[in-house]
């Protein structure tokens, strides 16, 4: 199971992948401990730095789509409001948008037919 | 301040977070100009870092409006010890011409302790660089009281 591994292309061996990860993690922890050692625990010390403000709750500090797009949105919002009020959820609406659709482009197919 | 002393202090680079409390800007102005060429404080690894997180210096500008106070003592939580706050100008050190003004918590030494002043309107950059040295004079006596309690590793 341990041993080496050779096809035609190659070799495969886990212990090199052990021994690398052992590796990689040892430089993890070194680097690790070079870095600030002294700050306080559960204090602001801990916290992420937000230009002074203070830190909402994860619920609140996400940024959503809706504020990357703001303003795309706001320019094209007597494009996308119409839009919006044609996504009303309703099933019978969607059904009878495509059968006025589909009834639209017969009838054009049909008289330039 | 003799050269061994001065190369003693020079050790280590000091990184500085610039913090405006409602300054007009005219000491901000003035701490850019030390980082000019005519000035330029980075030959001595002085320079302006973007978070208090990465900071030992703390140079606070303007008198600290009553939005500001929070924010600066949260930004003072967050700078790692040791740390030092120097202030540049008048408003910061004792209020300024808005001494007495209703939207005022400082001035700065009313919010977070502060190791240097630098008075002015606005503060000369030569003032500057010798209040960042002062400030660095006393980091690393602080600095020395650390290695004391806590041994470095």
């Known amino acids: 199971m341990l041993g080496l591994l050779e096809t035609g292309s190659g070799f495969w061996s886990a212990l090199i992948w052990v021994v690398i990860i052992l590796v990689l993690s040892a430089l993890i922890i070194y680097l690790r401990n070079k870095g600030e050692a002294s700050y306080k625990k559960s204090t602001e010390q801990d916290k992420p730095f937000i230009s002074g403000n203070p830190e909402l709750s994860k619920e609140n500090s996400h940024i959503s789509a809706s504020h990357i797009y703001w303003g795309f949105t706001e320019a094209l919002k007597d494009y996308y409001n119409p839009l919006v009020k044609f996504h009303t959820g309703n099933i019978n609406d969607y059904s009878g948008w495509i059968i006025v659709v589909t009834a639209i482009v017969l009838i054009i197919v049909g008289v330039s037919g | ?153």
């Open chain 2, 1 to 153: 301040m003799d050269k061994v002393k001065l190369n003693k202090y020079f050790e280590r680079s000091l990184w500085v977070f610039h913090l405006n409390t409602g300054s007009c800007n005219g000491c901000d102005i003035e701490i850019v100009a030390g980082l000019t060429p005519r000035y330029d404080l980075e030959r001595f690894g002085i320079k302006l870092v973007g978070s208090p997180k990465h900071a030992d210096v703390l140079l606070v500008t303007g008198p600290v409006t009553s939005k500001m106070a929070d924010r600066v003592r949260r930004v003072y939580e967050q700078t790692p010890d040791p740390k030092a706050v120097i202030v540049v100008g008048t408003c910061g050190t004792s209020g300024g011409v808005f001494y007495n003004s209703y939207n005022l918590k400082g001035p700065v030494d009313q919010i977070i302790p502060v190791d240097v002043y630098v008075p002015g309107c606005p503060a000369r950059p030569e003032a500057i660089i010798n209040g960042v040295l002062q400030a660095w004079i006393k980091l690393e006596k602080l600095r020395e009281k650390m290695k004391v309690i806590t041994p470095v590793k």
